[in-house]
Nanobody, 127 residues
Framework: QVQLVESGGGLVQAGGSLRLSCAAS????????MGWFRQAPGKEREFVAT????????DYADSVKGRFTISRDNAKNTGYLQMNSLKPEDTALYYC????????????????????WGQGTQVTVSS
């Protein structure tokens, strides 16, 4: 079982930056792929970014590509999402998630591929 706690959300003006963190405990985070998703009010949860267990492969939704960077520090059991050039449409509750398969070389894009979820951190971008 992996417990995940997100932090780093907040209110920022358009064009600004935030860095989200996802602290993991109680499991095998360092051997598992992770992802970030977001959900805006009245909308479905959507994929944002994914990274494999070793951190050498990642991918992004087209809407954030070139602006967001996913990374991880397995020594600290922590994942990150650096968000630059934020837009009002990035406003959402952001979740990190972990896939339970150890040492999988795959990237995962669907919420159903993830087994553990945090409670989310709110990001609000004002225009």
């Amino acid at each position: 079982q992996v417990q995940l706690v997100e932090s780093g959300g907040g209110l920022v003006q358009a064009g600004g930056s935030l860095r989200l963190s996802c602290a993991a405990s109680g499991g095998t985070f360092r051997r598992c792929a992770m992802g970030w998703f977001r959900q805006a009010p009245g909308k479905e949860r959507e994929f944002v970014a994914t990274i494999n267990w070793s951190g050498d492969m990642s991918d992004y939704a087209d809407s954030v590509k070139g602006r967001f960077t996913i990374s991880r520090d397995n020594a600290k059991n922590t994942g990150y999402l650096q968000m630059n050039s934020l837009k009002p449409e990035d406003t959402a509750l952001y979740y990190c998630a972990v896939n339970r398969l150890s040492y999988s070389g795959d990237l995962y894009y669907r919420s159903g591929h993830y087994d553990y979820w945090g409670q989310g951190t709110q990001v609000t971008v004002s225009s």
